[in-house]
């Protein structure tokens, strides 16, 4: 008997049996699903788009521009109605015990992805029993004439109308591109659901396994088109408290904790075995009137409301120096950005205005709020018993309801709620990613427009901001929108959060997006 190495015994055994560490993240809720296009939440886009999926272009937050992905090259015709895209070649889809993928990607799965959303005809269409709220609440199925195949690795999309933000729309989740061939094999053997449970992407990981409310495991694509992820699995240990996350952190039973309290992110800058990842979000918190219920249908009543409430005793209640006020729908760094003037805490004028709207005595009413924190609403039952208390000063009675989130999320969207806690993270930079799915009329009927607001002129001056793609014209067109928003009082506006995370001192590599989005490709644990 002989060695086939120099080495010790005990060497190879130990190369033999250690395994590479698996990144632990410990996340704030689970995600509605894993086919990104049905659903609108920051949770699901975490869990879907950023791992398991790519798009054609991406949006590089450090340069502000726009770059390659699935797609190698772009082309825009002088027109504004064509978009041409050159895909990579030789670009894997996953490989599972499910789906053994026999082609790399092509043009027909990028045909089969958009078709799906823009035709009612569609085999495919109706599988989604969400929808699609962001194809419609863009009016993708309006704007894009068709997607046509040129060859292999060539798509065209063609518009009915130059569209200024149709590139920026590209590096959302929702156009993350499916695989055509295991959507067939799906059709074919009736198990169209398994598109929600079983996902085929083309992204750094592979879903390996789900527990709602508990964990998600997924392993490294070996075949990935990228750099390979420096991890070879990753986890994410969903745990609803901001306490509790910290805690596991702390005990190494993660790596990195999302969405961490003000007071843990200062507590955190203390200790040596810990480190703050920071920068200011695209995002902003605000309190959403549901316009469709009286008597939010009132003008005077929302500013009665604008008033009522302590904004300054709630930022330093609930974010502790970890946000600045928002007196508008999009934070002060994106561009056509104005500064209204915001509604003072005047406990008389708003209940001058109640009285002026008919309500002399108050009302009764509710407000919504979601069980555990996030980096947009840190303390939910804090900021829901301070609006409470508030209210109630001006003689309105509102019951709080602590609803869980997903359910929360669905039944906002059917427009069920009074006062909503919500937030809105913008995915591109562009003022338009806050203005359509929060004030425009089809997002109404998408359901991401909290306010269930539609009017004429705000629809009009949203919708010509995306015709040119000039930006000092859309500048104006933008101001104008927001002073009607500010003067229909549509929101209370609360704060523009800095997203914090918290990790290990051993592990680096990982930058945090302003948009929110989790690229834990990159990440290495010392």
């Not at 699903?33 to 791992?51: M, P, R």
């Not at 991406?58 to 015709?77: F, Q």
């Not at 088109?225 to 910290?246: Q, S």
Request: include cysteine; charge should be positive; proline fraction near 6%.
């Amino acid at each position: 008997m002989r060695l086939i190495s120099s080495l010790p015994i005990f060497a190879l055994l130990w190369a033999v049996t250690v395994e590479a560490k698996p990144l632990t993240v410990c996340t704030e809720a689970s995600p509605d699903g894993f086919d990104v296009v049905q659903y609108n939440s920051l949770t699901t886009t975490n869990a879907s788009a950023d791992v398991i999926f790519n798009r054609l272009i991406d949006y590089d937050a450090a340069s502000g521009k726009l770059v390659p992905s699935l797609a190698e090259k772009w082309e825009i015709s002088p027109d504004g109605l064509s978009y041409t895209f050159t895909l990579r070649k030789n670009v894997a889809f996953h490989s599972t015990d499910y789906f053994k993928p026999s082609r790399p990607l092509t043009s027909d799965d990028v045909v089969f992805t958009f078709n799906r959303m823009l035709d009612a005809n569609h085999p495919w269409h109706k599988t989604a029993v969400n929808g699609y709220p962001h194809a419609q609440t863009f009016q993708l199925p309006k704007h894009i004439k068709a997607v046509k195949k040129i060859d292999a690795q060539t798509i065209r999309f063609e518009l009915n109308a130059p569209e200024a933000t149709f590139s920026a729309l590209l590096t959302m989740g929702f156009t993350s591109i499916y695989s055509a061939e295991y959507a067939n094999q799906l059709l074919a053997a009736g198990k169209t659901t398994d598109f929600n449970s079983k996902p085929i992407g083309t992204g750094p990981f592979i879903l390996k396994s789900y527990q709602k409310d508990s964990i998600i495991r997924f392993d490294a694509a070996p075949n990935y088109f990228g750099n390979k992820a420096k991890i070879d699995r990753l986890i994410y240990a969903i745990t609803p408290e901001a306490a509790i996350r910290v805690q596991k952190l702390k005990a190494g039973e993660c790596q990195i904790a999302l969405s961490p309290k003000p007071q843990d992110v200062l507590a955190a800058r203390t200790d040596k075995t810990l480190q703050v990842i920071d920068t200011p979000a695209f995002s902003t918190a605000f309190i959403a009137f549901n316009s469709q219920h009286k008597p939010f249908d009132n003008v005077k009543v929302r500013q009665a409301l604008n008033h009522a409430f302590d904004k300054k005793a709630y930022l330093k209640q609930v974010f502790d120096g970890t946000a600045t006020a928002a007196d508008g729908p999009y934070p002060p760094n994106t561009w056509s950005y104005i500064n209204v003037e915001d509604y003072n805490y005047n406990p008389a004028r708003a209940k001058q205005l109640l009285a002026e709207a008919g309500f002399p005595n108050g009302f009764s009413t509710t407000i919504w709020i979601r069980p555990a924190g996030s980096t947009l609403n840190p303390n939910p039952r804090a900021g829901g018993e301070m609006l409470q208390a508030d209210l109630a000063k001006i003689g309105i009675k509102a019951e709080l309801k602590v609803i869980e989130w997903a359910e929360l999320i669905k039944r906002a969207k059917s427009g069920e709620h009074d006062l909503l806690f919500m937030g809105w993270s913008g995915d591109n930079g562009d003022p338009d990613n806050f203005l359509t799915p929060q004030f425009a009329c089809s997002s109404v009927e998408s359901g991401l427009n909290f306010a269930r607001y539609c009017d004429p002129q705000l629809d009009k001056l949203i919708s010509n901001g995306k015709k040119t793609t000039d930006q000092a014209a859309r500048t104006k067109l933008y101001e104008t929108a927001q002073k009607i928003i500010h003067d229909q009082a549509l929101w209370i506006p609360l704060a523009h959060p800095i997203a914090a995370v918290l990790t290990k001192s051993n592990v680096s590599d990982y930058k945090i997006s302003p948009f929110s989005r989790q690229n834990f490709s990159t990440v290495i644990i010392k």
